[in-house]
């Protein structure tokens, strides 16, 4: 069982619901694109050409400044946020029904 579905548990002896497994997933889903959004914004300079290398994107973002860098690095969050929540939700909770379903076979 994941750490983010125990701390969500009120008993740790029993076994995460439905509603658990979705609120758990859907925050690793968050976890993730926090992490990954500004490295992704910096592979798509690279690709886009506004950037020669992962480090001169790096550069750009510093020379934004500290808040417009992470504007910038940041730049499509809605979308990010809004398709990891849900796809992070629905993976964790299948993939934890299935596992939970076998492991009693």
């Given amino acids: ?5 125990k701390a969500l548990l009120m008993n740790e002896n029993e076994e995460p619901n439905t509603p658990v497994l979705v609120a758990s997933g859907a925050a690793a889903g968050v976890a993730f694109w926090l992490i990954g959004l500004p490295l992704d914004t910096m592979k798509t300079w690279v690709q ?3 950037a020669h290398d992962l480090r001169h994107a790096w550069q750009l973002a510093q020379a934004e400044g500290f808040l417009n860098g992470i ?3 940041n730049r499509g969050w809605q979308v990010a946020y ?9 993976t964790v909770t299948t993939y934890s029904l299935i596992f939970s379903y076998l492991d009693q076979v």
């Fill in 1 to 5: 069982m994941a750490y983010a579905q």
């Fill in 48 to 50: 886009n050409g506004s």
């Fill in 71 to 73: 504007q910038s690095l």
């Fill in 82 to 90: 809004g398709r990891g929540a849900p796809s992070a939700a629905i």
